[in-house]
């Protein structure tokens, strides 16, 4: 086996891979999020940046299909994670409890195999929303592009999908609670120092995101933009 | 006063467990509760019961032996203390505790509350030493140690290996204890040498021996009795990175 | 009765100057080819500091070794309890410190019953083991310079002693199983965890091999081996309450001397004065405080008898510093023996403090207004800290309460200069052998004879052994002796499986230890040991008559190993009272009433017992037969203790 297998199959190598895979798809929501704020500098702002990464064709390809081999490696190093968790210890405890104290266990980092799981059939049905769901055309100046804030502006007065929409949200936000300081711990950022700073600064990060993405469906919804 | 206590009793590995109920209705609060097991235990003698087995050696919190999941919790309720430093007096009367064993593939059963756990002994001769013949060193004052990575080599040396980290961790994982020893290596002049290849071997035993990966859940250290900190996993990861030109 | 030497008792002792005796022994010691080390076994009992380091460095000479632990793993071992630290030469605070000066404090502190040569040459290695410590990742306290850090300790007016915070043994244990760890992953050693040495087997009156209970299966194994090493510890845990560990005992050695190994000493235990004291019967063991505490402790009981007062309220003027008091040029530092003496007679006289009456105060109030909170936590805020888990009291806020525990025995196998007992192929390691602490052992010495004893002594003095025995023939495990050996092993567990009777091991226990305490403790006379030693010949046939073993013998089952470790403690209990009435003298731990001054103060006896009492056995139901081994003091002149 290479270095690389070996490295990456190791306990060690598989948490530095969750880490890095991570904060690679961490750093494309804070895109995401950006682009998203997008839709409240009105119609063409939005269509704009759509078109804008549209049309820079391989490039796009390129960064797209390297999120999905983070996506999918990340999906799978989890369930794997969780599976040889399972094995670890099969016989449980009648009564199990958290001391607390210096302990990161809370619903975010207990659910991460839960919270990642139905991030993944979101971002499949996320896809089907609006990737690859046709588009009414619009014309800024003078250019035909996608009505991306159309497709937007419909699907959030949808009480349905935007209820979905900000429960994943808020998932998202859970997950990230423990996935972005664990990404540093994993990664070996970190000391006993840092250790609460980073812990902190996570909270207020995925506070922010969740937030983030909460704030465009809601204010389509109930028409504040 | 009365407490009520929930054991688990297992013949051995192939026999399945139970918890079984024994009330105790004199238990003094300055007894620790391995001394309340104790007595316990002279009371089953004595109707001709066969006595819980548990490990205990030192009863100073720093063997390591003792091994008692109290409630849920690795030794018990309180931080910074082996079981066998818990005192009843920390329980109210009337309370139920339920005793479980360590729990994981890597600590195979023995009987009732009695674990293997010399995983632990083979992840130390993976790697979890320093190679000096016994002869003539250099003198002990010939390579100075700058003060902070003394005492924070120290802070990972106080393990006592009692496995609690393993015990309480969701996932099973072992990698507190073996971080804490890799990492007091490298915080020495005297584990340079075999810095990488020991990180390398103590990881790749640590998972071989059927230990969980860990997931940053850090309740190992809040059971700690030792109170080591999760940076030693943290620098063991950084060390697996460093070490890469040593995996084959 | 006493026999005549018959030239048994041979100590070994090498000629020259002290300063050249151990030089001058490793040039005439034989030595055994690397090609010739590979064909040899050796097994080694007991992986403690002396253990652990011994089997490290045999292995790492190419020998092959086997080491027993009746724990789960050699980390455990009770050497890993150790708080204080270890003392060296090192002279490193430029205070004057040398191996002369070590070595005298350290034979004075024994009260002047131990051999020169052996303490001297504990000196000599103690800055090897420091350097070999410091070489394998040991993490002791070092300065901001980056240099090792040393403090003070009883006895001495030299700071020698190196430390890792109040975990010195757990450190050096560590160092030591590492080392032995690395051989185990060089396959030179193999470790058998959860086995308990049962007895010893002697071929051609050598020893050649051990019989074991593993402790899981309850089977008897038998191992063979060209040499075994006993690093066993101490016996402390004959009296029931101590500071030793529940699992430390004294079967491996008692067995030993069942076939025919001499035991030196067995009276001489040591008595720690500060330990948090008993609070109900349910006590199953002793907490040592450390010895430091009492820089700044000021030790007081009430002066009034039955004052139940809470101490706070308890005027300065009507407060005994009975330490001060008595001894103004020592005070509360006081050696440990005399602290420990001096406490029991406060108590004896109805002044002892809590709930039992069996405590003193030791206060840190004045410490505390002298030097602030801050600097007295930043002292011993862990030990404050461990006394509040365990007391559930505050000694920021109330003074501690402290009583006297047993807490080391300087008796132990007899060995001569190589470390050999009376016999060939048996070694004696550590606590478990009587040798170099004499009547009383100085703080931070324990741990430097451990790791003297393995590291540095035996790796020398084997080799003339097994080179002695190049040609033997081989045993193996089939041989008739292990036949022997074990079927009367099997034996003695049946017959206590079968007993079925109604009182628990913990009765005869806490029975024998309130005898031993009470009588064979910190003060002892004629008519009480007398007494004692009817009584424990009572209570052994009580014992094989009415204990209750539970369960079975094939499975794990830690009643059964105890009750064989309290059949033994109640033959040994016997063996200790027996030496201490012989020993007309008060020296060291062993205080005689018979033997003081007007004062209360210890009057050794130099012309008759100037020696060591080895005792033999002759069968159950004969009296041992004691050896003597007189000690020559040539270099130094022995004096009369005073802390006045």
Redesign the interface.
Known sequence: MS?AA??LK???????ATGVTGIGLVLFIIVHLLGNLAYFAGPEAINTYSYTLHQMGPILWVVRLGLLAFFVYHVWLGIS?WL??R???????????????????NWS??S?VVTGILLLIFVFTHLYTFAFHDFATAIHDGVEMHDVHQRLTEVFQNPVYTIYYVVIMVLLGMHLR?GV??AF????????KS?PIIYSIAFVLAVIIALGFIGLPISIYFGLV | MTIHL?I?RQ??RNTPGK?VDYTMDDV?????F???L??L??R???E????I?F???????????CNL?L????HG?H?A?AVC?L?M?KYKDGDTI?V?PW????FPM??DL?V???A??RI??????????????????A?????YD??L??DY??C??CGACVA?C????A?LFTGAKIS??AH?P??NPERKRRVVNM??K??EE??????????C???CPAEI???A?????????NA?SE?? | MTAKNNGILESKIPEGSLQDKWDNHINNLRLVNPANKRKFTILVVGTGLAGA?AA??LA?LGYNVKAFTI????????S??AQGGINAA?N?PNDGDTIWRLFHDTIKGGDYRSREANVYRLAQVSN?I???????????????????DNRSFGGAQVSRTFY??G?TG??LL?GA???M??Q??AGKIE?Y?RREMLDLVKVDDKARGIVIRNL?TGEIERYAGDAVLLCTGGYGNAYYLSTM???SNATAVWRCYKRGAQFGNPSFTQIHPTCIPV??K????L??MSESLRNDGRVWVPKKKGDNRPPNEIPEEERDYYLERRYPSFGNLAPRDVSSRSAKYVCDEGRGVGKTGLAVYMDFQDAIERLGVDAIKAKYGNLFA?YE????ENPYNVPMRIFPAVHFTMGGLWVDYNLSSTIPGLYVLGEANFADHGGNRLGASALMQGLADG??VI?NTLSDYLAENLHAEKVSTDHEAFDKAEKETMDRINKLLNVDGKK?V?DFHRELGELMWDHVGMSRNKKDLEMVIRKITELREEFWKDV?I??ENN?????LEYALRVADYMELGELMARDALDREESCGGHFREEHQTEDGEAVRDDENFSNVSCWEYKGDDKKPVKHVEDLNFEFVTPTQRSYK
């Open positions: 270095k070996t490295f190791s306990q060690v190598g598989r948490k530095i994670i040889e968790k094995r670890a210890r099969p016989e449980g405890y009648s009564v199990y409890a958290s001391r607390g104290g210096a302990s990161r266990q980092s207990r991460m423990h300081w664990s711990q994993s990664l070996g950022w970190m000391s006993r250790n | 929930k688990w013949k051995d918890l003094n609060p300055d007894m620790s391995l001394e309340m104790d007595w235990n002279e089953l003698m004595n001709g019961k066969e006595p087995e490990d205990h050696d030192c009863r100073e919190g720093i063997c390591g032996s999941v409630n849920g919790m690795a309720p931080e203390t430093q005192h007096r339920v479980e729990r994981a593939k890597a023995i009987k009695v293997d756990r010399s632990f002994d130390m001769t993976a790697g979890g030493y320093i190679s000096i013949n016994t002869g003539a060193p250099a003198d002990a004052n390579l100075p140690i700058n003060k003394a005492d080599a120290f040396a106080a006592i290996g309480a969701p996932n099973s994982s990698s007091q290596l020495l005297q584990g990881v790749d640590m998972a059927g230990f969980g990966d860990c997931s940053n859940f850090a309740e250290e809040a059971v900190s999760i940076t996993i943290a620098e063991m990861r950084r060390e697996y990175f890469l995996i084959e | 380091s490290a460095s790492e724990l789960d793993s050699p980390r455990r071992s009770h890993i309890a090192k490193y090897n420091i350097d070999q410590c410091v070489a394998q990742g040991v993490p002791f306290a070092r300065e901001y310079g980056g240099l090792l890792a915070r975990q757990q450190q560590l199983y590492s080392a760890m690395r185990v992953s470790i965890p899981i560990a529940k699992n609070s109900g349910y006590q199953s063991k907490t040592l461990m888990k365990i007391t559930g590291y540095f790796p628990t913990l209750n539970p369960g499975t794990l089952n830690k009643y």
